[in-house]
C-alpha cells in the first residue's frame, strides 16, 4: 500500500499551499475521494470551504464544478433539462452542474428539499434521470457540500436520507494566530490557487480507488464498526441511530486510512480516528438529550469509549487466502 501512502500524501502537501493548517481535515478529504464517498463540510463563512473543493479539484486535474443553492432554485437547475430544437425536431439534453467530477454543493441547505431531492440519485447511484433518461455520471465523482451551523433563517434542514448518503462530515474552523499571519502573507501578492498544478493523473486516481477496496479488514474489526453502530441505535440519548450504511462507511473510510498510512490492514485506531467524522451526523438526538445541550459528536464520543477494542490479529488473512 506505498502506492497509496505516496499517491495521498503527494494530494495532503499540494492542498496544504492553500489550506494552511488544517491538515487533519485534508486528510478527510483525501479518503473521501479514496471511498468515492461525499463530503459535509459545516462550517463559517470565510474558513477556506470553496477553496479547499477548487483546490482538490485542481491537484486532481478533474472538472470542477459549483451549485450555489437558493430557495428558489428548480431540480432542473441541478441534474439539466431537455431542450426542444426546432432544427432537427428533436429534444436535446442540456447537462446540469451535477454531471462533473468535483462537485461543490455551496450552502446545500439553502435549497428547498425538492431541490435537494434532486441530489440523492447522483451521490448514491451516480447517475441522474432526466425525462425518463439516464445520464452516467463521470468518474471520479464526488460531492462537497458546505452549510453554515450559525445561518437558520431562510434554510431548510437537510433530510435524514440525504444526510446519510454522506460518507463524512468535518469542520474546518479558525486557523491559529501563526496560520492567519500565513494565509496574509502567502495571499499577498497573488492567490496561491493561481499557480496550483495538478498532481495526479486520472489514472491513478481510478487505481488508487480500486486498490482501497482490498484492505483487509478483519473478522473482529467488522464487529467492532457493528458494535459502534448498533450502540448509537440503542442509546437513551439517541432518538434515531446509524444506519446499516453507517457501518458500511466507516468500515470503508478505515480501509481508506490504513492504505494512506502504507498498511494493508485495519486496525481498530483507523475505526475509533473516524467514528466522530462518519457516525455524528447520521444519528438524530433526543429531545431530552438536546436540553442538555448534548451533541451528537459526544454521544459518538461516549459510544466509542463505551465500547470494548477487540484484540488480536488484524492482519492476518483467513486460511487459504493470501495477504492482498
Not at 44 to 59: N, W
Not at 282 to 295: E, G, K, M, N, W
Amino acid at each position: 500500500m506505498a502506492d497509496i501512502k505516496v499517491f495521498s500524501e503527494q494530494i495532503v502537501d499540494n492542498l496544504e499551499k492553500v489550506i494552511v493548517g488544517k491538515r487533519q481535515s485534508i486528510e478527510l478529504i483525501v479518503i473521501g475521494l479514496l471511498c468515492q464517498g461525499h463530503v459535509l463540510i459545516e462550517d463559517v463563512p470565510g474558513v477556506g470551504k470553496t477553496m479547499l473543493a477548487r483546490s482538490l479539484a485542481r491537484s486532481l486535474d478533474c472538472t470542477f464544478n459549483r451549485i450555489q443553492f437558493t430557495p428558489d432554485m428548480l431540480p432542473s437547475d441541478v441534474t439539466g433539462v431537455s431542450i426542444y430544437n426546432q432544427q432537427n425536431n428533436k429534444f436535446e439534453f442540456r447537462p446540469g452542474p451535477i454531471i462533473g467530477q468535483i462537485i461543490l454543493a455551496d450552502e446545500i441547505n439553502r435549497a428547498t428539499p425538492k431541490t435537494q431531492a434532486a441530489l440523492l440519485e447522483a451521490m448514491e447511484e451516480r447517475q441522474v434521470t432526466v425525462d425518463g433518461v439516464t445520464h452516467i455520471l463521470p468518474k471520479p465523482f464526488m460531492v462537497m457540500a458546505t452549510q453554515n451551523p450559525i445561518e437558520y433563517e431562510g434554510t431548510f434542514p437537510l433530510p435524514e436520507a440525504q444526510l446519510d448518503r454522506f460518507l463524512l462530515r468535518l469542520r474546518l474552523g479558525y486557523p491559529s494566530i501563526a496560520d492567519e499571519i500565513r494565509v496574509l502573507d502567502d495571499q499577498q501578492i497573488q492567490h496561491p490557487l493561481e499557480t496550483l498544478k495538478s498532481v495526479v493523473k486520472l489514472r491513478e486516481i481510478l487505481q488508487a480507488i480500486d486498490d482501497v477496496k482490498h484492505i483487509y479488514v478483519s473478522p473482529a474489526i467488522k464487529r467492532y464498526v457493528v458494535e459502534l453502530t448498533t450502540r448509537t441505535r440503542q442509546s437513551a440519548d439517541v432518538y434515531l441511530g446509524a444506519s446499516p450504511r453507517g457501518s458500511l462507511s466507516l468500515a470503508r473510510a478505515g480501509q481508506a486510512r490504513a492504505a494512506m498510512l502504507g498498511r494493508d490492514h485495519v486496525l481498530p485506531d483507523d475505526i475509533q480516528t473516524l467514528a466522530v467524522a462518519v457516525l455524528a451526523h447520521r444519528i438524530i438526538v433526543s429531545p431530552a438529550a438536546r436540553l442538555r445541550d448534548l451533541s451528537s459528536d459526544r454521544i459518538v464520543q461516549e459510544v466509542v469509549h463505551a465500547t470494548s477494542v477487540p484484540g488480536g490479529e488484524f492482519a492476518s488473512e483467513p486460511v487459504g487466502k493470501k495477504p492482498k
